[in-house]
Protein backbone atom coordinates (compact mmCIF):
# COMPACT_ATOMS: atom_id res chain seq x y z
CA UNK A 1 0.00 0.00 0.00
CA UNK A 2 1.57 3.51 -0.70
CA UNK A 3 2.34 5.76 2.18
CA UNK A 4 4.34 8.99 2.98
CA UNK A 5 7.29 8.36 4.51
CA UNK A 6 9.47 10.85 6.57
CA UNK A 7 12.88 11.27 7.19
CA UNK A 8 14.41 11.47 9.75
CA UNK A 9 12.59 10.30 12.21
CA UNK A 10 13.98 11.87 15.61
CA UNK A 11 16.04 15.43 14.91
CA UNK A 12 18.06 17.23 17.42
CA UNK A 13 19.02 20.74 16.59
CA UNK A 14 20.48 23.51 18.92
CA UNK A 15 18.72 26.97 18.80
CA UNK A 16 18.85 28.93 16.10
CA UNK A 17 19.99 26.54 13.58
CA UNK A 18 18.59 25.65 10.38
CA UNK A 19 16.53 22.30 10.05
CA UNK A 20 14.82 20.72 7.16
CA UNK A 21 12.49 17.97 7.42
CA UNK A 22 12.04 15.95 4.66
CA UNK A 23 8.78 14.33 2.88
CA UNK A 24 7.82 12.19 0.02
CA UNK A 25 4.58 11.66 -0.63
CA UNK A 26 2.04 9.38 -2.04
CA UNK A 27 3.63 9.67 -5.94
CA UNK A 28 -0.27 10.40 -7.23
CA UNK A 29 -1.34 12.74 -4.72
CA UNK A 30 -1.59 16.58 -5.99
CA UNK A 31 -1.83 18.32 -2.41
CA UNK A 32 0.57 18.40 0.09
CA UNK A 33 0.58 19.71 3.97
CA UNK A 34 2.37 20.19 6.91
CA UNK A 35 0.88 19.69 10.12
CA UNK A 36 2.85 20.41 14.20
CA UNK A 37 2.47 18.54 17.67
CA UNK A 38 3.55 19.95 20.41
CA UNK A 39 4.08 16.70 23.23
CA UNK A 40 0.38 16.38 24.54
CA UNK A 41 -1.27 18.79 22.10
CA UNK A 42 -3.60 18.91 19.41
CA UNK A 43 -2.36 18.60 15.85
CA UNK A 44 -1.98 21.90 14.13
CA UNK A 45 -2.17 22.98 10.45
CA UNK A 46 0.64 24.75 9.20
CA UNK A 47 0.86 24.67 5.33
CA UNK A 48 -0.74 23.13 2.09
CA UNK A 49 0.85 23.47 -1.35
CA UNK A 50 -0.78 22.66 -4.22
CA UNK A 51 0.78 23.00 -7.72
CA UNK A 52 4.25 23.88 -6.79
CA UNK A 53 2.68 27.18 -4.40
CA UNK A 54 1.79 27.64 -1.11
CA UNK A 55 -2.64 27.12 -1.02
CA UNK A 56 -3.09 28.27 2.28
CA UNK A 57 -0.85 28.61 5.71
CA UNK A 58 -1.61 29.40 9.24
CA UNK A 59 -0.62 31.84 11.71
CA UNK A 60 1.99 29.89 13.04
CA UNK A 61 3.75 29.90 9.36
CA UNK A 62 5.56 32.46 9.81
CA UNK A 63 8.93 33.83 8.28
CA UNK A 64 10.91 31.21 9.76
CA UNK A 65 9.26 28.58 7.93
CA UNK A 66 9.45 27.72 3.78
CA UNK A 67 8.39 24.61 2.06
CA UNK A 68 9.46 23.52 -1.08
CA UNK A 69 9.29 20.53 -3.85
CA UNK A 70 12.68 20.44 -5.19
CA UNK A 71 11.96 17.98 -7.38
CA UNK A 72 8.94 15.39 -8.38
CA UNK A 73 9.05 13.40 -5.45
CA UNK A 74 10.40 15.49 -1.90
CA UNK A 75 8.36 17.89 -0.18
CA UNK A 76 10.35 19.64 2.44
CA UNK A 77 9.70 21.70 5.51
CA UNK A 78 13.06 24.25 6.44
CA UNK A 79 12.63 25.62 9.68
CA UNK A 80 15.42 29.04 9.06
CA UNK A 81 16.33 30.03 12.91
CA UNK A 82 15.09 27.30 15.13
CA UNK A 83 13.25 28.48 18.43
CA UNK A 84 12.62 25.97 21.98
CA UNK A 85 9.03 26.39 21.19
CA UNK A 86 9.25 24.38 17.76
CA UNK A 87 9.76 21.36 19.27
CA UNK A 88 7.54 19.08 18.32
CA UNK A 89 6.47 16.22 15.77
CA UNK A 90 6.23 17.32 12.47
CA UNK A 91 4.05 15.56 9.92
CA UNK A 92 3.57 15.51 6.45
CA UNK A 93 0.23 14.12 4.59
CA UNK A 94 -0.50 14.19 1.22
CA UNK A 95 -4.24 13.51 -0.22
CA UNK A 96 -6.25 13.89 -3.74
CA UNK A 97 -5.54 12.25 -6.86
CA UNK A 98 -6.14 13.35 -10.17
CA UNK A 99 -9.48 11.59 -11.09
CA UNK A 100 -10.32 10.64 -6.98
CA UNK A 101 -12.94 11.05 -4.97
CA UNK A 102 -12.69 14.86 -3.62
CA UNK A 103 -14.07 13.75 -0.28
CA UNK A 104 -10.57 11.77 0.59
CA UNK A 105 -9.01 11.37 3.76
CA UNK A 106 -5.02 12.92 4.28
CA UNK A 107 -2.62 10.50 4.41
CA UNK A 108 -0.59 11.09 6.80
CA UNK A 109 3.45 10.13 7.19
CA UNK A 110 5.05 8.83 10.48
CA UNK A 111 6.17 12.35 11.66
CA UNK A 112 9.20 13.85 12.40
CA UNK A 113 10.16 14.27 16.25
CA UNK A 114 12.01 17.70 16.33
CA UNK A 115 13.68 18.54 19.60
CA UNK A 116 15.08 22.33 19.54
CA UNK A 117 17.96 22.16 22.65
CA UNK B 1 -14.72 29.57 19.69
CA UNK B 2 -13.67 25.31 18.91
CA UNK B 3 -14.10 24.07 15.89
CA UNK B 4 -14.10 20.46 17.39
CA UNK B 5 -14.67 19.43 20.76
CA UNK B 6 -13.93 16.41 22.22
CA UNK B 7 -14.83 16.89 25.79
CA UNK B 8 -13.33 12.98 27.02
CA UNK B 9 -9.44 13.59 27.98
CA UNK B 10 -9.38 10.27 29.22
CA UNK B 11 -11.77 6.87 28.70
CA UNK B 12 -11.00 3.36 30.32
CA UNK B 13 -12.79 0.58 29.42
CA UNK B 14 -12.74 -3.21 29.42
CA UNK B 15 -11.55 -5.53 26.76
CA UNK B 16 -14.30 -6.93 24.19
CA UNK B 17 -16.66 -3.82 25.42
CA UNK B 18 -17.68 -1.28 23.05
CA UNK B 19 -16.73 2.37 23.54
CA UNK B 20 -18.06 5.82 22.23
CA UNK B 21 -16.03 8.60 21.47
CA UNK B 22 -17.43 11.83 21.71
CA UNK B 23 -16.72 14.65 19.09
CA UNK B 24 -18.69 18.10 18.35
CA UNK B 25 -18.34 20.39 15.93
CA UNK B 26 -19.15 24.02 14.87
CA UNK B 27 -19.01 25.39 11.26
CA UNK B 28 -21.59 27.61 9.45
CA UNK B 29 -20.29 25.92 5.81
CA UNK B 30 -23.05 23.25 4.62
CA UNK B 31 -20.25 21.27 2.94
CA UNK B 32 -18.00 19.67 5.21
CA UNK B 33 -15.86 16.48 6.28
CA UNK B 34 -15.29 14.65 9.51
CA UNK B 35 -12.26 12.45 10.32
CA UNK B 36 -10.87 10.57 12.78
CA UNK B 37 -7.61 9.55 13.36
CA UNK B 38 -5.88 6.91 15.41
CA UNK B 39 -2.30 7.88 17.37
CA UNK B 40 -0.35 5.04 19.18
CA UNK B 41 1.93 5.80 21.07
CA UNK B 42 4.58 5.32 18.16
CA UNK B 43 3.30 8.63 17.73
CA UNK B 44 1.64 8.01 13.50
CA UNK B 45 -1.98 9.03 12.33
CA UNK B 46 -3.22 6.37 11.24
CA UNK B 47 -6.71 7.39 9.25
CA UNK B 48 -10.16 5.18 10.62
CA UNK B 49 -13.29 6.92 8.92
CA UNK B 50 -14.91 9.40 7.20
CA UNK B 51 -18.55 10.60 6.95
CA UNK B 52 -19.65 13.67 4.59
CA UNK B 53 -21.94 15.97 5.60
CA UNK B 54 -24.64 14.63 2.37
CA UNK B 55 -23.75 11.53 3.33
CA UNK B 56 -27.59 9.88 4.27
CA UNK B 57 -25.87 6.92 6.09
CA UNK B 58 -23.52 6.82 9.01
CA UNK B 59 -20.12 5.04 7.76
CA UNK B 60 -19.04 2.38 8.71
CA UNK B 61 -15.21 0.50 8.95
CA UNK B 62 -14.88 -2.78 10.37
CA UNK B 63 -15.35 -2.06 13.98
CA UNK B 64 -15.44 1.72 13.90
CA UNK B 65 -18.62 3.40 12.55
CA UNK B 66 -19.38 6.85 12.93
CA UNK B 67 -22.81 8.17 15.18
CA UNK B 68 -23.40 11.26 13.00
CA UNK B 69 -26.18 13.40 13.89
CA UNK B 70 -26.21 16.53 12.05
CA UNK B 71 -28.75 18.68 13.73
CA UNK B 72 -26.79 18.39 16.90
CA UNK B 73 -23.22 18.57 14.88
CA UNK B 74 -22.20 15.67 16.58
CA UNK B 75 -19.57 12.53 15.07
CA UNK B 76 -18.99 10.14 17.68
CA UNK B 77 -16.95 6.98 17.21
CA UNK B 78 -18.08 4.15 18.02
CA UNK B 79 -15.72 0.86 18.10
CA UNK B 80 -17.43 -2.37 18.89
CA UNK B 81 -15.39 -5.24 20.75
CA UNK B 82 -13.04 -3.39 21.93
CA UNK B 83 -8.94 -5.04 21.69
CA UNK B 84 -5.87 -4.30 23.55
CA UNK B 85 -4.32 -3.11 20.37
CA UNK B 86 -7.22 -0.20 20.71
CA UNK B 87 -5.11 1.80 22.96
CA UNK B 88 -4.31 5.07 21.58
CA UNK B 89 -4.98 9.11 20.87
CA UNK B 90 -8.37 9.48 19.04
CA UNK B 91 -8.38 12.80 17.32
CA UNK B 92 -11.54 14.39 15.74
CA UNK B 93 -11.30 16.16 12.64
CA UNK B 94 -12.77 18.82 10.66
CA UNK B 95 -12.42 19.80 6.78
CA UNK B 96 -14.67 22.76 5.73
CA UNK B 97 -15.80 23.17 2.49
CA UNK B 98 -15.55 20.56 -0.76
CA UNK B 99 -12.85 19.17 -2.46
CA UNK B 100 -9.21 21.41 -2.91
CA UNK B 101 -6.54 21.49 0.05
CA UNK B 102 -7.07 19.04 2.90
CA UNK B 103 -7.14 21.75 5.74
CA UNK B 104 -8.22 19.66 8.91
CA UNK B 105 -8.78 20.89 12.47
CA UNK B 106 -8.59 18.65 14.87
CA UNK B 107 -9.91 18.42 18.28
CA UNK B 108 -7.72 17.84 21.45
CA UNK B 109 -7.88 14.24 21.21
CA UNK B 110 -9.19 11.19 23.70
CA UNK B 111 -6.63 9.07 25.35
CA UNK B 112 -8.34 5.74 25.13
CA UNK B 113 -7.02 2.46 27.43
CA UNK B 114 -8.29 -0.49 26.81
CA UNK B 115 -8.24 -3.02 30.14
CA UNK B 116 -7.38 -6.82 30.09
Known amino acids: EPEVTQTPSHQVTQMGQEVILRCVPI?????FYWYRQILGQKVEFLVSFYNNEISEKSEIFDDQFSVERPDGSNFTLKIRSTKLEDSAMYFC???????????????FGQGTRLTVV | AQKITQTQPGMFVQEKEAVTLDCTYD???????LFWYKQPSSGEMIFLIYQGSYDQQNATEGRYSLNFQKARKSANLVISASQLGDSAMYFCAMREGLGGAQKLVFGQGTRLTINP
Open chain 1, 27 to 31: SNHLY
Open chain 2, 27 to 33: TSDPSYG
Open chain 1, 93 to 107: ASSHTLTGDLNTEAF
